[in-house]
């Protein structure tokens, strides 16, 4: 019999975990939400710039076409369609929902919506509040979440980490099994589907904008279990973040959507201090490469022509890997009002006011257009798991637009939580009736990696292998790839899993053990950065995000097609398979910058 | 010599355990934070005097100081890890867990009890549903600019560790609660609670309790107006108090 009051577990707590909570709740559903961190500290708080969406409040006839067409444009044309359409058409709705849950946009004087620009459009589409749209949004959604929380309808397991699904003998999802991240145990949960909303993959490029939970493990996890992971191979490199010890931090992409200025001194080695250097002197590269766009081209426009002033042209401030980002002409006012959080950042990690100083900035691994493999209703391959987010590859093709990702993480949400729930009130068994033998079975298996963890002696630090994985990735994985790198890559991830063997944890307690925990991960991004090499091996064109100087152009004839990779656990590494694009609505057409569409 | 730089560190295996303290000394980077010197102790768990240890727990996650995971005393300041620049910072550099919450282990303790506040006073904007309903209420840019400085608090619970009344025996909200209360209070929906926020404030452990000391405000790294969100709170409660004694 089909579960009557359907109880389904949401893994992760940002954006769309906590979208999928609402309609979930909101249907009636009892929910389960697993999350590493305290949901309101999840990733989507670094969101910076805003979010899409066609309202059409400064006069310009923006549609939701008009969005659609930049969305499947800026994305190179490798997304399928008809979801694309739908979350656009989606969008300005979404807005008017969070602006009633009390996100402090910022406003025009009317006390209406205001809007930026951002990259990859000519309209001002970007609703936002100061620079800090991501934790606006998410904390509207946490506080939704508590209310039903105190109604009793959503459970938090907070300091859980999600370490697999169960599966039935017809491999059909059961629930999952995870971790308690303070005692160190390991259980199973039942649930009638669940929700995967785990987020970004950065700790595979080592350092990364993502927030430190961002490994890709649990994507990684249900890719080994038998769900296709598409798309690997593109990763979007922010061309804007502020290169640190600890990680590469974000400079938004608002910063110039309100005006900013990319350019380096004219002269190799000028050693000048920035302000002192006349107009005359300065390039600016992209407003001449790109004189419709200017600085707001797509990132993965603008990451490679950073890369190629600063390796080819050798132009890079002081012979560094850095360029400008200058916002000194614009006043300090307009600056506190609409950029004031990303200006903090920059001041409180590099020391520089930015408003009175031009930026220093380069590049970094900002985002993974690929992920779970999701039918247009969210689901996976795999019966009764459904994914929403970054963590899976549906809406933004080979490049996403700024400010597109918050939108789809709410819109993939609002529509897998519902998908999730008509699922489980579908299905023709509940998991009432399902026996105790998966889950137990499933337990023994995660019990035993741990204890086999635990108990390996060899002379391996986890912590150093991961330091090898991300530079090998960030040197051969993003934003320049050639074949044979590539491969070299692979071969040199095996050798790693190989090391992975002779890990010896330091610490071999069961209480809150932070390196345990993250030695488990770091098997898991091994295991899905072999995916993502070998997709770029594989894909022998230039598209988006994935740029091969060997193959420079898009390849419609043989790479219109989405890569899926499967694991195939008798060879342990992926194999690959590709599928048509859904290009029913816009016919592909070449993608410039130089010009207008 | 390459310049170092040397931590000391609290540890605590766990809740039960006592505390010991352990120090370190880096090789000395640019840029350096104290979340960036406790990655090398991981990638390298050896004390300044040469015994093996474990690597360092620790809560942190976006380190852009957003998330509000990696607070923790440092050099007896309650502050993010991540935002603290060794460089400018008087070595040895002392880090220790917050004082006033349960110790999971080492710097990593339990700050649910802020989560637990915010339910209590119905920190939320009472919609009706996720349907689409059409935009939400004019907000003029000065209403704007009051709500959304309030509206960036990260939840690090600073403001409670430097707080003299946040202890055991007041049972005191602390400050962040009491700023969300006044930014939902101000909200044109959310004002709907207002009541009911202002009752969950009134009696011990309520809005009483703060002695003015303002450790809260100077502390807090997002710099909320917090003493002005409890003067204005604390006028409301007052009014709603008396209304409450009249009908009573």
Same mark, same amino acid.
């Given at each position: 019999m089909a579960a009557t009051n359907p109880r389904i577990i949401v893994v992760g707590g940002g954006l769309a975990g906590l979208a999928a909570v609402i309609k979930i709740a909101e249907a009636g559903g009892n929910v389960d939400l697993f999350s590493i961190v305290p949901v309101k500290r999840s990733h989507s708080v670094c969101a910076q710039g805003g979010i899409n969406a066609a309202k059409n409040l400064k006069g310009e006839g923006d549609t939701t076409w008009q969005h659609f067409d930049d969305t499947v444009y800026g994305g190179d044309f490798l997304t399928n369609q008809p979801p694309v359409k739908a979350m656009c058409e989606a969008a300005p709705g979404i807005i008017d929902l969070l602006d009633r849950m009390g996100v402090p946009f910022n406003r025009t004087p009317e006390g209406l919506l205001d809007f930026r620009r951002f990259g990859g459009t000519l309209y001002h589409r970007t609703a936002f509040a100061g620079a800090t749209t991501g934790q606006q949004l998410l904390y509207a959604l946490d506080e939704q979440v508590r209310r039903y929380e105190a109604e009793g309808r959503v459970t938090k397991y907070e300091h859980w980490e999600f370490l697999s699904a169960v599966l039935d003998s017809n491999h059909v999802c059961r629930g999952i099994c995870a971790m308690n991240l303070r005692t160190m145990e390991v259980r199973t949960f039942p649930a009638d589907a669940i929700v995967m909303a785990?987020?970004?993959?950065?700790?595979i490029f080592g350092k990364s904008t993502n927030s430190v939970v961002c490994t890709g493990s649990a994507q990684s996890a249900l890719y080994q279990q038998g769900c296709y992971y598409a798309n690997g191979e593109f990763i979007q490199v922010h061309p804007t973040s502020i290169p640190g010890e600890d990680k590469l931090r974000l400079m938004s992409e608002s910063a110039r959507g309100e005006g900013g200025r990319v350019w380096v001194p004219k002269t190799k080695g000028d050693k000048r201090e920035p302000r002192s250097i006349p107009e005359s002197e300065r390039w600016y590269f992209l407003e001449e490469w790109y004189p419709k766009y200017g600085n707001l081209v797509p990132r993965d426009v603008a990451t490679r022509a950073i890369h190629k002033v600063v390796y080819e042209h050798e132009l890079g401030i002081d012979g560094q890997p850095m360029v400008y980002l200058d916002l000194t002409h614009i006043d300090r006012a307009t600056l506190d009002r609409k950029l004031e959080g990303i200006l903090e950042i920059y001041e409180k990690f590099v020391g520089d006011d930015p408003r009175e100083v031009p930026m220093k900035i380069f590049p970094g691994m900002h985002y993974t257009m690929g992920g779970l493999w999701v039918d247009y209703k969210q689901a996976t391959n795999i019966k009764g798991i459904f994914a929403a987010g970054e963590c899976e590859y549906g809406y933004h093709g080979a490049n996403r637009l700024g400010a597109n990702s918050l939108v789809s993480c709410i819109w993939g949400g609002f529509v897998a939580g519902p998908q999730a729930v008509a699922h489980a009130k579908g299905s023709a068994k509940s998991t009432d009736g399902v026996s105790s033998s998966a889950f137990d079975a499933e337990k023994k298996r995660q019990e035993e990696i741990n204890s086999r963890l635990i108990s390996s002696s060899g002379n391996e630090n986890p912590f150093r292998i991961w330091r090898?994985?991300?530079?090998?990735?960030?040197?051969?994985?993003?934003?320049?790839?050639?074949?044979?790198?590539?491969?070299?890559?692979?071969?040199? !991830?095996?050798?790693?899993?190989?090391?992975?063997?002779?890990?010896?944890?330091?610490?071999?307690?069961?209480?809150?053990?932070?390196?345990?925990?993250?030695?488990?991960?770091?098997?898991?991004?091994?295991?899905?950065?072999?995916?993502?090499?070998?997709?770029?091996?594989?894909?022998?064109?230039?598209?988006?995000?994935?740029?091969?100087?060997?193959?420079?152009?898009?390849?419609?004839?043989?790479?219109?097609?989405?890569?899926?990779?499967?694991?195939?656990?008798?060879?342990?590494?992926?194999?690959?398979?590709?599928?048509?694009?859904? !290009?029913?609505? !816009?016919?592909?057409?070449?993608?410039?910058?130089?010009?207008?569409? | 010599m390459a310049k170092t730089v040397i931590l000391r560190i609290k540890r605590q295996e766990n809740p039960q355990a006592n505390s010991r303290w352990e120090e370190f000394e880096l090789t000395w980077k640019p840029g350096m934070n104290v979340i960036s010197a406790m990655m090398e102790i991981a990638a390298n768990p050896v004390t300044r005097d040469g015994r093996p240890t474990t690597a360092i727990t620790y809560d942190s996650n976006c380190l852009e100081e957003v998330c509000g995971s990696c607070a923790m005393l440092i050099n007896g300041r309650a502050r993010m890890a991540c935002s603290a620049l060794v460089d400018k910072l008087d070595q040895p550099v002392r880090v220790e867990p917050f004082s006033k919450f349960p110790v999971i282990r080492d710097l990593s303790v339990d700050r649910s009890v802020l989560f637990e506040n915010l339910k209590r006073v119905k920190a939320w904007v009472p919609v009706d549903g996720t349907y689409d309903l059409g935009p939400g209420p004019r907000v003029y840019p000065t209403e704007q600019e009051q709500a959304y400085p309030i509206s960036r608090c990260i939840s690090c619970c600073c403001c409670m560790e430097a707080c003299p009344q946040f202890n055991e025996n007041t049972g005191f909200v602390g400050a962040a609660t009491i700023a969300q209360v006044r930014l939902f209070n101000q909200h044109p929906t959310g004002k709907a609670l207002k009541h009911e926020r202002l009752q969950a404030l009134m009696g011990d452990g309520g809005i009483q309790e703060c002695g003015f000391a303002q450790n809260c405000v100077e502390v807090c790294p997002k710099d909320i107006p917090l003493t002005k969100a409890i003067s204005d709170t604390g006028r409301e409660v007052v009014k709603q108090a008396l209304k409450d004694f009249f009908r009573g």
């Open positions: 785990t987020g970004g993959i950065g700790a090898e994985l991300g530079e090998l990735m960030t040197k051969n994985c993003t934003v320049i790839r050639y074949n044979k790198p590539l491969k070299e890559t692979d071969a040199k !991830i095996v050798e790693l899993l190989d090391r992975f063997n002779r890990i010896n944890l330091s610490d071999k307690s069961m209480w809150a053990n932070t390196s345990f925990v993250f030695t488990r991960q770091l098997y898991n991004m091994l295991q899905l950065s072999r995916v993502i090499a070998q997709g770029a091996a594989m894909r022998d064109e230039s598209r988006g995000a994935h740029y091969k100087p060997d193959f420079p152009e898009r390849d419609d004839k043989n790479w219109l097609k989405t890569t899926k990779a499967y694991f195939a656990p008798d060879v342990d590494e992926p194999r690959f398979e590709f599928e048509p694009v859904d !290009i029913s609505l !816009i016919p592909p057409r070449p993608r410039r910058y130089d010009m207008a569409k | -």
